[in-house]
Structures are given as structure tokens and as C-alpha cells.
RNA sequence: GGUGAGGUGGAUGAGUGGCUGAAAUCAGUAGUUUGCUAAACUGCCGUACGGGUUAAACUGUACCGCGGGUUCGAAUCCCGCCCUCACCGCCA
């Protein structure tokens, strides 16, 4: 959540920029410093009040301690006097807490300097292009073909285990999520990550710090008899790791990189975008997570894009990155790129992974912070992005490098994945 | 699942109703001393929200797993919950 010191202090700014996030409810701005102004006031007095209440106590203490039982009993009379006005201040103080803070996280994150104005994912914007499109042969598949001709994902069966968007890999599908996931953690373990592997249920407090409660609970799939929530991404639990800690100072930037199931309920996706691996409800993904100075998270933003880059240029895939404009960008996230593959049967363009840089707003709720050379509290500034998600690749991989003969495995993953060719 | 013990500041750990926001030790940090390193000595050293100040100083309140309760007063007593550890049972 936004911190209220800068709606304070740059309210027209903030509004402005809210706008560029089609973000309509300018008016919760005021109400939010309205309500910060009457919890104060409440906060004043009753500290007052409380004061004291505690003095007086200690008072009786004393005179208890000399024998003087009647001056006590009347000291007692003033203190329940002074606790009957306290209640209503009490009463009220928890309520506007309440509600401010439940208006507050409504406020999504701001969208930094260079974002793109604009609404949808049209108007995002290709910041480059790598990589070349391939030229298929005569007959090519599209992937959702390709996995059953060489029947290595069966749908059919996922489904019948569990349900739509469960797929079951095969024989060589298993082995490829498995080189793919392997092949993503020494990459980025490589540039100086800590492997992770969390656990794959979190609790509603893990859930609601990095923003997917409460807005975004329908989302996840819900373990009510235990509290617990199927993790939609090991952000979630890699950034709650260091959730109400002070970290120090030299030990930023923390970064970490993590493998994970996926699990998403994708409520209300239909139509031909969910086809094949295109969109799933369970699937695997590489994360990488950043914990940074407040000065330094667009350069660490910067970093992890080129790494992501690198990546996809290893698995030698053509690929384009996107600057999310204001209104596709997520509720959280100041700055996103996206970056999509190349699928080249259904000729599409694929989500393959989101950096974002989500400055303190993560770290906010989350209370991540350091101590500055001044011995300042400060919030951590805090990053994500997939390093990758395997269903897209997978699609992108199998339709890109088909031949009559068999698919081609890039070079970079043939060591793990122990041989050349799928056929 | 059963039984028992326990959750206190970065760590260890004292503290069973007021003198405890919290001993002591370690770690950290600033300084003194010292050829260097090491050691010794001295000061500082929890978080949040307020008041106050140019900034400090100073100052109020809350917080000893979480939530309630008793009391003039709770880390300390009572109730509920969560978690950790040990043993037993079950089990990959």
C-alpha cells in the first residue's frame, strides 16, 4: 500500500497519477487524509487521557504501599471517571484505524516517470524485438497438435484426474518441464540469485503482503478447512520471507529465485486465448525476486530485464519486450515489462514473463525494512519477474522448432534434457 | 492424533501484580588506548503512532506469539487461538 506521507504531501501529484492508472476514485485520496486527520486527534487524546490514567495509578500504588487506604479509594474514583470518557475514544480510534487502513489499500501503486499512457494491452508499448521468426514447413502444427501426435501432454487425462487446465506430461513433456525448471534455476543462480524452494501453500497473511488480498481472492484456490491459499507464484512466499524484518543495509540487494507450481482459477477466462498450454490452472515457473535500496530498484528493474533477455536469447526463441502502459499494468506494480515469445503455428505473441518493480509498496504491508547510514528505518524497495513460466515456452518451443522429422531441443537445454530432438 | 514443556528486544536469557520498555551476556555501533592484528576500557544500541524542534534535545502512548478478560495497575493472573520443541502413535 501507498505510504500516507506522500499522499500528504504531493496530493495533486498522486491524483495525477492515479489518472495514468485509470484509477477513478480520485475522491478516496481526501477521504484517506481526512481520516488521518481525525485518527490523529483520536490518537492525541487518548494518550492524553491514558496518560494520566497510568500516573494516577502509580499514584495509588504509593499511597497502597503507605497504608492510605482512603486517599486511594478516591484516586481509584477519578481513574474509572477518566476510563468512562477514555471508552468512546477507544471505540471510535479502532474504527477509523479500520477504516482508513481498508481505504488506504484500495489505492493502487502509482506508475513511475516513463510508463506509457494508455488503457489496454494495445497500448503497450515494444520497447525491442530478438530473435527471428522461424519459417515452418508445409503441414506445421500448432503446439495443442504437436503434444498429442508426439504425445507427450494429455489434457484428456488431466481432466480426468482433476479437471480443465490440468495437464499431465508424458514420458519426454515430464523431462522437458524438468530441464527447463533445472536449466532456469542454474541460470539465474549463476548471476548471483539464492535458490529457493518454498511452500507451495501460504497463510492469508503472506497472501495479503504481496497484494493478492483482498482484491485479488478469487484468483487463488482457498484450503477454508485450513486457512491457506495455493500459491498463484513463489513470489508470494520468496518475498514473504523477509516479511516485519529490518534487514541490513549491506546485505542489499537480497536476491532470490525459486521454482514453483503455479496454481491460478483463471475465473472468467474463456475463448480461443486458453487453448493448449496457452492458459492453464496448475503450471511451472522459475521466479526471481529482488530486495533493493530505495535508490537503487530501477537499476536492479534494468538488471533483470537484460538477464530475462539473455535467457530467452539462450533458448534462442524470438521474443519482444513491452513496457506495460498505465491501465494494463498490475494493481501493485509501478514499473512492468512484459515479455512475450513468438508461438509461430498460432502466430501469436505469448506472456512469457512480467518484471516488475513494485518500489515500497510490497514492502509496505509487508514491513520490509533496512536502517540508512543515519539510522533511519526505511522500506526496502521490492521486484519480481518470471525467469520463466514453462507452459508458454513449452508451446512456443514445440511450434518454433518442429521439423518433419522431430522437434529440435535448443543447444543450452540438450544437457539437461539428454538429448537433441523430441521425436 | 495423544501427552508434556515453552513462546520476552538481532541472539542467548532473567523476570509470578506497581521500583520492568524490560536485568545480564553476546552480537552490532561510536570512541579511547595500542607498531599491525587481537585484546582492554567507555558511551550508544527495539518497533510503531503522536507532540515538539530549522534539525536535534526533549516528551506522550502502545507493543514481551495473537485476541479477549480480571484489576486503580498485567510480560507477570484467567480464557480462547496460533506456533515451536520433546516423547508416543501413524506415515512418505
Redesign the pocket.
Known amino acids: 500500500m501507498l505510504q500516507?506521507h506522500v499522499l500528504r504531501q504531493d496530493t495533486a501529484g498522486v491524483k495525477a497519477r492515479l489518472s495514468k492508472k485509470h484509477f477513478a476514485d480520485l475522491d478516496l485520496v481526501d477521504a484517506i487524509i481526512a481520516l488521518?486527520d481525525e485518527r490523529?486527534k483520536l490518537?492525541?487524546s487518548?494518550?492524553?487521557n491514558?496518560?494520566v490514567?497510568?500516573?494516577?495509578?502509580?499514584e495509588?500504588?504509593a499511597l497502597?504501599a503507605k497504608g492510605q487506604k482512603e486517599e486511594a479509594e478516591t484516586k481509584?474514583g477519578e481513574?474509572?471517571a477518566l476510563?468512562a470518557t477514555l471508552q468512546p475514544i477507544t471505540e471510535r480510534l479502532a474504527i477509523v484505524e479500520k477504516q482508513l487502513h481498508d481505504e488506504l489499500v484500495k489505492l493502487p501503486n502509482l506508475p513511475a516517470e516513463g510508463v506509457p499512457m494508455g488503457k489496454t494491452p494495445e497500448d503497450n508499448m515494444v520497447v525491442r524485438e530478438g530473435g527471428t521468426k522461424p519459417a515452418l514447413h508445409e503441414g506445421a502444427l500448432p503446439h495443442w497438435d504437436l503434444i498429442k501426435k508426439y504425445d507427450i501432454i494429455d489434457f484428456e487425462l488431466g481432466a480426468k484426474i482433476t479437471g480443465s487446465g490440468f495437464p499431465l506430461y508424458k514420458g519426454q513433456g515430464a523431462k522437458l518441464q524438468r530441464a527447463l525448471v533445472q536449466y532456469f534455476l542454474d541460470f539465474n543462480t549463476a548471476a548471483g540469485y539464492t535458490e529457493f524452494l518454498p511452500p507451495f501453500m501460504v497463510n492469508e497473511a503472506s497472501a495479503y503482503g504481496t497484494g493478492q488480498l483482498p482484491d485479488k481472492e478469487g484468483q487463488m484456490y482457498h484450503m477454508p478447512a485450513d486457512g491457506f491459499y495455493m500459491i498463484p507464484t513463489s513470489e508470494v512466499p520468496v518475498t514473504n520471507i523477509f516479511r516485519d524484518d529490518?534487514v541490513k543495509e549491506t546485505s542489499l540487494p537480497i536476491k532470490m529465485t525459486a521454482y514453483s507450481p503455479c496454481f491460478r482459477r483463471e475465473a472468467g477466462s474463456f475463448g480461443k486465448d486458453v487453448r493448449g498450454l496457452n492458459r492453464v490452472h496448475q503450471f511451472e515457473k522459475v521466479e526471481i525476486v529482488q530486495l533493493t535500496h530505495p535508490d537503487k530498484s530501477y537499476e536492479a528493474h534494468t538488471e533483470m530485464v537484460l538477464h530475462i533477455e539473455k535467457l530467452l536469447q539462450s533458448l534462442e526463441l524470438p521474443y519482444r519486450v513491452l513496457a506495460l502502459c498505465g491501465g494494463d499494468m498490475s494493481f501493485t506494480s509501478a514499473l512492468t515489462y512484459d515479455f512475450e515469445v513468438y508461438s509461430a503455428a498460432q502466430e501469436r505473441w505469448l506472456e512469457v514473463s512480467s518484471v516488475s518493480n513494485f518500489e515500497a509498496y510490497q514492502t509496505n504491508r509487508m514491513k520490509i525494512?533496512f536502517?540508512d547510514e543515519k539510522g533511519k528505518?526505511q522500506l526496502v524497495h521490492s521486484l519480481n519477474g518470471s525467469s520463466l513460466a514453462l507452459p508458454r515456452i513449452v508451446a512456443s518451443l514445440l511450434e518454433n522448432n518442429q521439423t518433419p522429422e522431430g522437434i529440435n531441443i535448443p543447444k543450452v537445454l540438450q544437457p539437461y534434457f539428454g538429448a537433441a530432438v523430441i521425436g
Open positions: 500516507l488521518d490523529k490518537q492525541l487518548f494518550d492524553n491514558q496518560s490514567v497510568n500516573s494516577t495509578s502509580k495509588i500504588g497502597m481509584k481513574v474509572a476510563k529490518i525494512r536502517k528505518t
